[in-house]
């Protein structure tokens, strides 16, 4: 399957809700977002049906995303029944991490392949203020779940966010030292309420490489350039939308959760 732009798209985003338990200060405003019609929400049965059909039409990996996906009820049985698709290669999971500890196992019995999290700072009080509704020892207790689950190659995504937590750069890529993990720094993007946001509040992702000098060039992970501390047991990845952008090697398309199909995040159309 290729678009007007001879990409090969083999990717699918699927957002299963668009509900989500925390209230991120870059991502929603303190009240939260209005909530879509009930009846309107894909159901499960309809998920797999679009599935099935993007995967005849050449989609090889799926990512289930939200919202938060693990407050959909019924998460399980929809991963279980997504990696019983014929040709289905890889199945993905992003979730803020908070529901881990009792979906981890379940989630890895059902077939999920990989896990990315997100995780904007270290610190526990800044973690609610982030979040405003979060607790980071939840997410903590999550990562280990997932581990002891059996999953690998975890994914931690920290959303860079300038004197908010770019102090803690060091401590982020410190995690790669003794975990195979790839630690991966994104670029806050201006769009929704962080539009308004001050210029210093937008950090490119080399700013990384300029606070850890001793990071050393690994190849690439998708849209991630990687590097490695010498001796680490991961990664370190920049994903730089911004100041770097890869819309050319995109080869990703999503299903929202009232079953709108876009070609790209960050379009209305």
């Known amino acids: 399957m290729k678009d007007q732009y001879g990409r090969t798209v083999d990717y699918l985003r699927l957002s299963v809700t668009d509900l ?26 309809e998920y797999v049906e679009i599935a099935a059909a993007a995967v005849g039409l050449g989609i090889t990996k799926i990512r289930v995303t939200g919202g ?38 379940p989630l890895r019995d059902a077939g999920v392949d990989r896990l990315n999290i997100s995780l904007d700072t270290l610190r526990p009080e800044r973690y609610r203020e982030i979040t405003r509704t979060g607790e980071l020892e939840n997410v903590l207790r999550g990562i280990e779940a997932a581990e002891r689950a059996g999953f690998e190659n975890i994914k931690l995504n920290c959303v860079l966010l300038g004197g908010m937590n770019d102090d803690e750069i060091g401590d982020f890529v410190r995690l790669t030292a003794k975990k195979p993990w790839q630690v991966r720094f994104i670029e806050l993007m201006p769009m929704g309420v962080c539009a308004a946001w001050p210029p210093e509040r937008f950090l490119p992702a080399q700013e990384v490489l300029s606070r850890v ?6 190849g690439r992970s998708g849209v991630a350039q990687l590097s490695r501390l010498p001796g680490a047991a991961g990664t370190v990845g ?10 050319a090697d995109c080869t990703r398309i999503r299903i929202t959760a009232d079953g709108k199909l876009k070609s790209c995040l960050h379009s209305d159309a």
Do not use: D, W
């Open 20 to 45: 989500c338990n925390y209230r991120c200060r870059y991502c929603m405003p303190p009240e939260g977002v209005e909530k879509l019609p009930h009846s309107s929400i894909l159901s499960l049965e």
């Open 68 to 105: 938060e996906p693990l407050v959909r009820r019924g998460i399980v049985e929809l991963c279980r029944a997504l990696r019983a698709i014929p040709g289905l290669r890889e199945l993905c999971l992003t979730t803020n991490g908070s529901q881990l500890t009792a979906l981890a196992a």
């Open 213 to 218: 000098p001793e990071l050393r060039p690994a």
């Open 238 to 247: 920049l994903i730089e939308p911004i100041s770097c952008a890869f819309c």
